[in-house]
């Protein structure tokens, strides 16, 4: 091939790249898909329930199979469902006394293979603050590791405290030992 013919396939190559570089930077980088709303009618699966009646007796029609007689009864409502609900608390009560762990928010101070450095972190936090810390060996780090709480807002109170002299501390979300003095009472 002569020079002439590969300089003129050059040239149209750029030419080429050139307007590919452009539409594709052109292209929108969203794609806008129009999505119809939702129109099922569910009100066929919705639950009916009937209004209470206002006196304290209420007419029950029973139908006696024997016979096909209907027959009208008056059954007077006596007493509360107070006693089905402490029934159903206590019973509840009774199996969370049975739980040992749950799911929570833990900080981990500090993360790293020297288990010396780890124990330095032990006792500088141990100064710091009334909460004990736990040194936890996860191969191949050890991890200092602090609280037990249930909610974020209570670690977060914690990691404000820590968080100046341990700035890379996390709040970590975990599996927590239920602290039995603080929750359970015998």
Same mark, same amino acid.
């Given at each position: ?34 999505? %119809? %709303? ?8 919705? %639950?009916?329930? *009937? ?49 040992? $762990? ?15 450095? *780890? ?20 191969? %191949?780090? $050890? ?5 037990? $709480?249930?909610?974020?807002?209570? *670690? $977060? ?30």
């Amino acid at each position: 091939m002569s020079r002439r013919i590969i300089k003129r396939n050059l040239s149209q190559l750029a030419g080429l790249i050139t307007i590919y570089a452009l539409t594709v930077a052109c292209k929108s980088a969203s794609t806008v898909t129009y999505a %119809p %709303p939702f129109t099922m009618d569910l009100s066929a699966y919705r %639950p009916e329930v *009937a209004e209470p009646e206002q006196t304290s007796n209420s007419v029950v029609n029973t139908v006696n199979a024997t016979t096909s007689v209907q027959n009208t009864q008056i059954v007077s409502i006596s007493g509360t469902v107070q006693a089905q609900l402490n029934a159903m608390r206590e019973a509840i009560a009774a199996s969370n006394k049975n739980l040992k $762990f749950s799911q929570g928010f833990r900080l981990v101070i500090y993360s790293g293979s020297n288990r010396d450095e *780890a124990n330095k972190v032990m006792a500088n936090v141990r100064k710091i603050t009334t909460e004990i810390p736990e040194l936890v060996y996860e191969q %191949p780090n $050890f991890r200092v590791k602090l609280g037990n $709480f249930f909610n974020k807002t209570d *670690a $977060f109170a914690l990691y404000t405290q820590i968080k100046s002299v341990y700035p890379h501390a996390v709040i970590t979300n975990e599996r927590i030992t239920i602290p039995l003095e603080k929750y359970r009472s015998n």
